[in-house]
């Protein structure tokens, strides 16, 4: 990092985007993911510099960035190459909602802004507790959350939370702790075992096709699919882990465990 704080910061997953401007920092962005939708005014302010799992190299270079954001393993081979260019890159790695909170500390942190990074992180987490109140002693529906179609993939560690958090059981809680998509896939057979009272789906940045997933083999038997409560919560709420999933993505949930 050329200086402290940054005042070039190139990000490049949409959680930081969205918390630099919550953190009222988004003067410090320079180039950003081209999935960064929040808050929409980033589509037209901020040059996008990447997808996820790949990057233009010369344009963030061109940027002259203080400090790089990116995230987990899977930007891992990115954030060698701009390393060795001689950047500053910070990785974050959150995968749970303590993780998430974390991050957005850490980041107020590594901005120069603590005390706001703290107040952020403070009042998502407030609004947590006041949601898990306000369902606590209604009933709990079985949750199946689809993270992916082909194959079956059952929810990461924070959307996991999320559903508990808005009162429902998640059947594949068990599976929450890994990391790794691969780890979380599941069997159609388990799914139909498992009946769902509810099935949420998200198939990462494709649009999910309900009547799809009622149409499996098996799948009428399930209690989701025969009283046709099968809902579709988009990538951008629920599949980043900042913000949006502690704030819309949780509302999406509890509307279709609550309806």
Known sequence: MRQFPPNRIVCLTEETVETLYLLGEEERIVGVSG????????????????????ADIPKILALEPDLVLCFSDLQRDIAAELVRAGLAVHVFNQRDVAGILAMVRALGALVGAPEKGAALADSLH???????????GKDRPRVYFEEWD?????GIGWVSELI???GGIDVFAELRGQKS????????????????DVILASW??????TERIGARPGFAAIPAVRDKRIVEIKSALILQPGPAALTDGLDAILAALHP
């Open 35 to 54: 999935y960064a939708v929040r808050p929409p005014r980033v589509r037209q302010e901020k040059p996008r510099v990447s997808a996820f799992i790949s």
């Open 126 to 136: 407030r609004r947590l507790d006041s949601v898990a109140a306000s369902v606590r």
């Open 150 to 154: 082909d194959p079956l993939i059952a």
């Open 164 to 166: 508990e958090i808005a």
């Open 181 to 196: 998509a691969k780890d979380r896939i599941v069997s159609p057979q388990q799914v139909i075992a498992a009946a769902p």
């Open 204 to 209: 990462c940045g494709k649009k999910v096709v």
